[in-house]
């Protein structure tokens, strides 16, 4: 069956599921088409290539959302190693600077040790 021959709802339904888009984008679309005055129950014919373009582009929108989810991810991950790296280095400098304050009493009360 052509799919230009299938209702604008058909043609949703059909590519909601294959490019995975939300319940909640579909039912916008649906709504957007509607508010045109595009009645859901007729051909998809004179719509279908934007009915199949909006919903391309959600897709290539929500995978470059994800990768972008994914490399803040990283970044987090990064900047908690990091976090970690610079606590353990402010620990090592305070008991670098305790033995050099002790150091330095000791010589105050004997000068010559």
Do not use: C
Request: a neutral charge; proline letters at 4%; zero cysteines.
């Amino acid at each position: 069956m052509d799919p230009r021959s299938q209702s604008v709802a058909e043609v949703m339904e059909v590519l909601a599921h294959q490019t995975g888009a939300s319940p909640r984008f579909l039912k916008e679309v649906r709504n957007i088409f509607a508010r045109q005055g595009v009645e859901l129950d007729e051909p998809a014919g004179p719509y279908f290539e934007a009915i199949v373009e909006t919903f391309e582009r959600q897709q290539n929108l929500e995978a470059q959302r994800a990768r972008s989810m994914a490399g803040l991810e990283r970044v987090r991950r990064a900047l908690a190693t990091w976090e970690r790296g610079q606590r353990e280095v402010i620990a090592r400098l305070l008991v670098i600077s305790e033995e050099l304050e002790a150091r330095a009493r000791r010589e105050r009360l004997d000068p010559g040790s």
